[in-house]
């Protein structure tokens, strides 16, 4: 209260200054001890107040019109003094739910969070960068009793908080399937029907589940409508798309999954994503996938995990490049045999 | 960007023309004046999205919300004029075998 009680005979003597020489410095003056009213919270109609209480102390003979006048504004700032204590309540609640989302955010990287299995024939890399503070992106990995590694990779159509929300779902379904049915086309199936019963109509998720098994270098696996993969054969430094077709996770309760196989020679790669990959944009052109691979190619020798992190950071630092969507990027390296 | 929505009714037909993007800004426009339309009894639902150039998975989205609806009136959808770009994000998500999609007059300029 003290500050204010000189905030108001500041304010008459810099009027005084002012109305007898105009000068800069006063108005410099008047701005800062607006500022200054502001972080207190002054209402617009105290403001008003002050000043004609100000002009009586240095003005008695103020003309009755004037003083009328200054009682009618007084009376027209009231609204915007009560806006504007709305105003401030709701930067305060804002501030309250960017916590909480901060929160949520944290939490859900706790509750989603997967360990990259360290196996000795396969290197894993993996990258995945939300767009918001929280992701629809997920990727998992389960190691079986069997040796057998499962992959899962998968996007949460519908953004933020819900997508976040639903992501929590499937981790915790696919924790409940007992082990013997840990076979992708059946893992797919199983949690098409979780999330078909449990979303609303304009959700849905897409999934590829891949699982390696280490004693026959092959690995099996089936898609739910996800952006396609690549294999990248070392022999010929080429890529190819790997072709799984399914329906994505949610649409109908019906939907079956085809299961694919296919053995991982010595260097040969798996690449997976999400379509927050394809979806970046420099300035107005969409990234395309060939120049996602072309990166790969570049960066093939070098270990999984490096090679996605200098895939993700050469897009990051193009020019007018935007993410539209959150990314993730995995690499699955077969090492070569006695390694 | 925006999406330009005209719908033409009559018969026991809608035809929506679309035109421009759907993304997560123009989805809810879009699912705002197509849902109405499925759910009409008996009704034929036409969208044509030749004037779609880039449409996003919330787009997708709408679809389905769209088909399940559709379903649920005894009515029908069919999408026509598919850009090659839209056309693939169908074929991925596997939507094209539960969608009817008219690719006969595909606009191939992209």
Redesign the interface.
Known sequence: METLKSDISNYRNLLKHYIEVRDEQSLYGAEQISKMFIKNNVPPEEIINLHIQALEELHPDMPDYFRHSMNFLLEIMISYGIAHQEHHSLREEQSELKSEIAMAAGMQETLLATTKPEIDCLDIGVVSVSANQMSGDYYHFLKGRDDSIGIAIA?V???GIPAALCMSMIKYSMDSFPEATMNPKTILKNLNRVVERNVD????I?MFYAQYIPSESKIRYAS?????GFYYNAQTQKFEEIKA????LG??PE?DYRQYERVIHSGDMVVLLT?GVT?CKQGDRFIEIEEVLDVLNQYSDLPAQEMVDKAYKHFERMQNFQF??DFTLMVLKKEADGQ | MNLNIDVTEGNGKSAMKLAGEIDAYTAPQLKEKLLPLTKIENNQVEVDLEGVHYMDSTGLGVFISALKSVNESDSKMRLINLQNRVLRLFQITGLDEIITLDTAIRGGND
């Open positions: 996007d159509i519908g953004k109509a304009g959700m849905f897409t739910a409508g996800h952006e396609p077709k399914g329906l994505v649409v109908s939907a379509d979806e539209r969507d």
